[in-house]
């Protein structure tokens, strides 16, 4: 049976641990928020009719669960008929009996994931400058 052996792992794996993850995880988040808010809103503005459902889009802002901070970007309130404008995202992204879908949050999110990924690289960086891992 083959064996190897890492060296330097544990000293790294101390360093990660070191790091003030409550403190990074949020600011990462916060930097890749306005891109990803911006990229929603322009998506759903090539669909208004009234600009409620685009003029609604907001971040939650950063949240933490059992599984780790996050936040969501999304619809919100309702319109002037008391539509829910979430209601009026889903239909666009899903499609209804009769109307085709015509996705406007996929292609929201996977237009930002790259900016939003380097804006969360930047901040764990800065956060992380001197560290030797």
């Known amino acids: 049976m083959a064996k190897f052996s890492v060296t330097g792992?544990?000293?790294i794996m101390s360093q990660l641990n070191s790091l003030e993850r409550e403190e990074i995880a949020p600011?990462?988040?916060?930097a890749g928020e306005p891109i990803l808010e911006r990229n929603v809103k322009a998506a759903a503005s090539s669909h208004r009719r009234t600009g409620s459902m685009a003029g609604s889009v907001?971040?939650?802002g950063v949240k933490e669960n059992a599984s780790g901070h996050y936040l969501v970007v999304r619809p919100t309130g309702r319109d002037g008929k008391g539509v829910r404008n979430m209601e009026?995202?889903?239909y666009l992204e899903f499609g209804t009996s009769k109307q085709a879908a015509t996705p406007v949050l996929t292609p929201a999110v996977q237009s930002s994931e790259g900016p939003v990924?380097?804006?969360m690289q930047k901040v764990f960086d800065e956060e992380t400058e001197?560290?030797?891992l």
């Open 9 to 11: 792992f544990d000293d």
């Open 27 to 30: 600011k990462m988040l916060k």
């Open 58 to 60: 907001k971040s939650t």
């Open 88 to 90: 009026k995202m889903a």
């Open 117 to 119: 990924l380097e804006a």
């Open 130 to 132: 001197g560290m030797q």
